[in-house]
């Protein structure tokens, strides 16, 4: 921990803030007595390890994966969740008021605490190859194809959320400008390219990783590997609305399935709470691990903060909402496991379990960012929108498998028709992505209009994350509103 700790302090103490949003010289002056410098930072192979670590850790930050680019923001703007409208930080966020000021704040905290991780990845890559000769070829080489698949990856959310989706049906967005798409580590403005432009780069960059990338990832679902490079490249074709593409890389995904094996009913029956795989970990493509999570999740998912005071920040479902998720009133759910194991019901509230953090536990402080189960959604996806009959058939195969290994016993009939199916796999998604801030990636991809449980209907008003004041102001960013 303390390790992981330091090495953050010491890449921040040299990284450049996200352009524009910041004075390079007041960010280069600050050197706490603990920094070590850049320059003798990247004179060893180990000191080139501690920075990816460092980006690692930058990744885990509650502005990104530790809360507000899974279970915070992204999720509350998912329409995920019930809260106290009254109370709740995140409650402005459901109905879109992106100019109120603590949604603001946390819109723009992701982008700029997004950049901080892309010009940490860049200056890691500018010092491969200026100072690269102290680093053994195969750590090289893997160290290149992380910084570049993390590259990809960054950026890929960023532009899910502040550019445009339903490219399929509107090809013309590729031609907007969105996000800055940064490749060198500098304290000049990154101009923004087209939102095709971005995803060239995202394609470049991932193609030459995987020249880079090693196979053997079976102990590196905390890093960006193999698995999360074919996982990334199969959602950038899905947001293009190219079906073929993203069926090659999930049927590529499914021969090292044995990698990833499914949540086992015994991981999650045990009577000890600790010892309860709540996030499916076994069947991670690409995780993170949080150190004290349980700083960053108790504050919107547990009952109470304090004896006897309910939080007034909880993030909830009512027995009801939780049982027509689950289509518990119809027989199918109740012993779904994300139904039986993920939730925990006070009065008329059920708290999210799959994120709960337990003393000792030996699967706590992981969060998913990409899980076996979207492979099979995929599949199921690509194969009802652009296959035969036989082939939507094989789709419905696809989606049995995952109910079947989430212990709902019914399986779907494989003549359902073609907007039967498209319902059964929003459906799933719903159920599996909770707390891991997809749903709204989902909506955003496919162009829908209204979104369960919302009254809003969703517009690019409403799919488009404003850019930051302060980039339109000193940036000169085209504005995306």
């Known amino acids: 921990m303390n390790k992981k700790i330091n090495t953050c302090r010491l890449i921040i103490g040299f990284c450049l803030l996200s352009f524009g949003l910041s004075s390079c010289s007041e960010w280069l002056d600050v050197k706490p007595k603990s920094e070590i410098k850049e320059d003798e930072l990247f004179k060893t192979e180990q000191g080139f390890k501690d920075a ?45 008021r992106y100019e109120v000021e603590k949604v603001t704040a946390k819109v723009d905290g992701i982008w700029s605490s997004a950049y901080k991780v892309v010009a940490n990845i860049n200056n890691i890559l500018e010092n491969l190859e200026t100072n690269g000769s102290c680093v053994t070829p195969p750590v090289y080489a893997q160290l290149k194809a992380e910084c570049l698949g993390l590259r990809a990856f960054i950026h890929f959310d960023l532009l899910r959320l502040f550019g445009w989706g339903n490219l399929k049906e509107r090809p013309d967005m590729l031609n907007r400008l969105c996000i800055p798409y940064a490749f060198q580590y500098t304290k000049e403005i990154v101009p923004q390219v087209t939102v095709g432009t971005a995803l060239e780069y995202m394609e470049k960059d991932l193609t030459e990783a995987e020249k880079l990338i090693s196979r053997d990832v079976a102990t590196s679902r905390f890093s960006f590997n193999y698995y999360a490079l074919l996982a990334t490249r199969m959602r950038i074709a899905m947001w293009k ?103 925990a019901q006070g009065g008329d ?47 419905v195969g696809y989606l049995n498998t995952v109910r079947s290994k989430r212990n709902i016993p019914q399986a779907l009939d494989v003549n359902i028709s073609k907007d039967e199916l498209r319902e059964e796999i929003q459906k799933e998604w719903r159920k599996e992505m909770l707390l891991e801030g997809q749903m709204f990636y989902y909506y955003k991809r496919r162009g829908v209009s209204s979104i369960p449980r919302c009254n809003i209907t969703m517009t690019d008003q409403t799919y488009v994350l404003p850019l930051p004041q302060a980039e339109l102001e000193f940036g000169g960013r085209e504005n995306n509103k």
């Open 52 to 96: 990816m670590t460092g980006v690692y850790v930058l990744m885990t930050e509650a502005q990104l994966y530790g809360r507000e680019m899974t279970f915070g923001l992204v999720e509350a703007i998912g329409q995920q969740y019930e809260m106290d409208q009254a109370t709740n930080d995140y409650y402005d966020a459901t109905q879109f």
């Open 349 to 395: 509230r059920f708290a999210f379990l799959k994120l709960k953090q337990y003393e000792k536990s030996i699967y706590g402080n992981r969060v998913p960012l990409m899980k076996k189960a979207e492979i099979y959604y995929t599949l199921a996806e690509c194969l009802n929108e652009s296959g035969n009959e036989s082939e939507r058939q094989a789709g």
């Open 241 to 343: 609305g190219d079906y073929s593409v993203a069926r090659k890389y999930a049927e590529n995904l499914l021969n090292y399935e044995t990698d990833f094996a499914w949540v086992s009913r015994n991981a999650l029956e045990t009577s000890y709470p600790e010892n309860r795989d709540l996030t499916f970990s076994s069947e991670y493509l690409f995780g993170l691990s949080i150190e004290q999570y349980k700083d960053i999740t108790d504050s919107n998912l547990e009952f109470k903060l304090v004896e006897n005071q309910d939080n007034p920040q909880m993030f909830f479902h009512t027995a009801e909402i939780a049982a027509q998720l689950f289509e518990v009133e119809e027989n199918i759910g109740s012993g779904d496991y994300r139904y039986k194991w993920l939730y």
